[in-house]
């Protein structure tokens, strides 16, 4: 989590964290803005090409 938020979100892990469990921070229930998600949703894409793309590199290497 603390990769992912700092990365994509620009944050620090307890603020991830803090909003995934939904934790009282200032007497509120912390939750993501609609921009927020749509950050989320962006990074797992990124995060999903990267992965297929290594996945893709494994598939085609020599094996030894």
């Known amino acids: 989590f603390a990769e992912f938020s700092r990365r994509f979100m620009s944050r620090s892990r307890s603020w991830f ?7 009282l921070v200032m007497n509120k229930k912390a939750s ?7 950050k989320i949703a962006e990074g797992f894409r990124e995060l999903a090409q990267q ?6 590199e494994i598939e085609r290497a020599e094996m030894d």
């Not at 992965?51 to 893709?56: K, R, S």
């Open 51 to 56: 992965l297929n793309q290594y996945a893709d």
């Open 17 to 23: 964290i803090q909003r995934i469990k939904g934790s």
């Open 32 to 38: 993501f803005k609609k921009e927020e998600y749509n």
